[in-house]
């Protein structure tokens, strides 16, 4: 079945340093693919997409590319900021269920 | 925001209790969704609706039952709670076209469940 693998956590970085977070999946077909964050007591918000292969998610500096050829989605930033600390996941939408991996914690120290 | 809420917010209840969850969008979404969070297991679906009266189980679904008698709202019932159950439930959203699967959840606040 569908399925998200995502890094192990907790990262800590410093501010300013440059983040990977990785993702791999399984799937039937072409899913979506999605990398949402959670903020300590709120509920997931989503933090960018990627429809199909090639495609590129961007948001508030984050990016991740959609690459068929390794299955894989991994979320890059250049220069994260103490306000980035969060639990990021990452999530697969195939037919009309989402699967999501376990989370990754980050927390960006001053 | 999507306009998701979910109610209560926190809940203390005892072992064999039933328990109601509520979660109510104002988005007009054909698909809703329950989830449970737990530290080392991410999301893990529970149940989810395609439409009025039309549900259908996930991955983690003894125990738990729901209804949808409106576009609106959706209820997930713990028939008897066991300590099992204590746990972060979240309500989620998403709206679905023929011939398209990319379209994205949106998140409720989040129901915080301990079972005593």
């Known amino acids: 079945g569908d399925s998200v693998t995502q890094m192990e956590g907790p990262v800590t970085l410093s501010e300013e340093a440059f983040l990977t977070i990785n993702c791999t999946y399984t799937a039937t077909g072409y899913p979506s693919l999605f990398w949402y964050v959670q903020y300590p007591g709120e509920g997931l918000q989503l933090l960018l997409k990627a429809t199909k292969a090639d495609d590129k998610g961007s948001n508030k500096g984050f990016e991740a590319t959609y690459r068929k050829e390794t299955t894989s989605f991994h979320l890059e930033k250049g220069s994260v900021q103490v306000s980035d600390s969060a639990v990021y996941f990452c999530a697969l939408r195939g037919g009309n269920q989402f699967y999501f991996g376990t989370g990754t914690s980050l927390t960006v120290i001053p | ?116």
């Open chain 2, 1 to 116: 925001d999507a306009g998701i809420t979910q109610s209560p917010r926190h809940k203390v209840t005892e072992t064999g209790t039933p328990v109601t969850l509520r979660c109510h969008q104002t988005e007009n979404h054909r698909y809703m969704y329950w989830y449970r969070q737990d530290p080392g297991h991410g999301l893990r679906l529970i149940h989810y609706s395609y439409g009025v009266k039309d549900t259908d189980k996930g991955e983690v679904s003894d125990g738990y039952s729901v209804s949808r008698s409106k576009t609106e709202d959706f209820l997930l019932t713990l028939e008897s709670a066991t300590s099992s159950q204590t746990s972060v439930y979240f309500c989620a959203i998403s709206e679905s076209t023929s011939g398209r699967s990319n379209y994205e959840q949106y998140f409720g606040p989040g129901t915080r469940l301990t079972v005593t």
